[in-house]
T-cell receptor
Framework: EAQVTQNPRYLITVTGKKLTVTCSQN?????MSWYRQDPGLGLRQIYY???????DKGDVPEGYKVSRKEKRNFPLILESPSPNQTSLYFC????????????FGPGTRLTVL | AQSVAQPEDQVNVAEGNPLTVKCTYS??????LFWYVQYPNRGLQFLLK????DNLVKGSYGFEAEFNKSQTSFHLKKPSALVSDSALYFC????WGSGNTGKLIFGQGTTLQVKP
C-alpha cells in the first residue's frame, strides 16, 4: 500500500530534550516536506527536500533541522524543543513530475512541557 | 505574494442539503489549486485538483469544485451532504513564487459540520 508513515504518533517531552520524528514514504517520491498545523493558521511549511541531500527552509524553519540521506526518509529533528513547538506535525511527499498532489502522513502530535 | 483564503471557519449544513466551502486565492502564474480533507486524528487526504481545462472539477466522495478565474475562487461543492462528510477542509495553491519546489500554500481550514 502506498503510504507515508510517521513515528511517533504522539509525544510528550520537556523543554530542551532533543527529539526526532521520523517520516518514511514508499512511493519513490522525490519531494518531501514537513508542515506544522496550528489552530487558525492552517498548515505552514517547516522544511522541504527536492531529492536526496537537497533540503531547504520553508516558512517556519526556526528551531528545526532535517536531513535527507535516503530518498524514502525525511526525519525532523528538534535539537532543543520549546513549548512554542507544541503542535501537530505532518510529513508529506509527492512526485516532482506530477501536479504536486501531496500525500500526507497520519500526523505527530507533539507536546513540549 | 501568493495566498489562499477560506473566509469561513465553520460551515453548518443539514444532511441531504447542498454544501459549499469557499476558497479564494491570489497567485502569480497559473493557478494549480487543490482541496484536501482531514478527518479527526488522520492526515490530509487529497480530494481534487484544478490544473487546466474544465472549470468544474470532480473529485472523490462526490465532491466537485468550480474554478472561477475572474473571481479568483475555487469553491468546493457537493449536491447532497452526508453526516460522514463532517471534517476539516483545506484549500491549497501551488506556490510559484518558490520556483519549481512543489510547495503548496494552505488556507486556514474550514470545519464542515453536517447535522442529521
Amino acid at each position: 500500500e502506498a503510504q507515508v508513515t510517521q513515528n511517533p504518533r504522539y509525544l510528550i517531552t520537556v523543554t530542551g530534550k532533543k527529539l526526532t520524528v521520523t517520516c518514511s514514504q514508499n512511493m519513490n517520491h522525490e519531494y518531501m516536506s514537513w508542515y506544522r498545523q496550528d489552530p487558525g493558521l492552517g498548515l505552514r511549511q517547516i522544511y522541504y527536500s527536492m531529492n536526496v541531500e537537497v533540503t531547504d527552509k520553508g516558512d517556519v524553519p526556526e528551531g528545526y533541522k532535517v536531513s535527507r540521506k535516503e530518498k524514502r526518509n525525511f526525519p525532523l529533528i528538534l535539537e532543543s524543543p520549546s513549548p512554542n513547538q507544541t503542535s501537530l506535525y505532518f510529513c508529506a511527499s509527492s512526485s516532482t513530475s506530477g501536479h504536486n498532489v501531496q500525500f500526507f502522513g497520519p500526523g505527530t502530535r507533539l507536546t513540549v512541557l | 505574494a501568493q495566498s489562499v483564503a477560506q473566509p469561513e471557519d465553520q460551515v453548518n449544513v443539514a444532511e441531504g442539503n447542498p454544501l459549499t466551502v469557499k476558497c479564494t486565492y491570489s497567485v502569480s502564474g497559473n493557478p494549480y489549486l487543490f482541496w484536501y480533507v482531514q478527518y479527526p486524528n488522520r492526515g490530509l487526504q487529497f480530494l481534487l485538483k484544478y490544473i487546466t481545462g474544465d472549470n468544474l472539477v470532480k473529485g472523490s466522495y462526490g465532491f466537485e469544485a468550480e474554478f472561477n478565474k475572474s473571481q479568483t475562487s475555487f469553491h468546493l461543492k457537493k449536491p447532497s451532504a452526508l453526516v460522514s462528510d463532517s471534517a476539516l477542509y483545506f484549500c491549497a495553491v501551488r506556490d510559484w513564487g518558490s520556483g519549481n519546489t512543489g510547495k503548496l500554500i494552505f488556507g486556514q481550514g474550514t470545519t464542515l459540520q453536517v447535522k442529521p
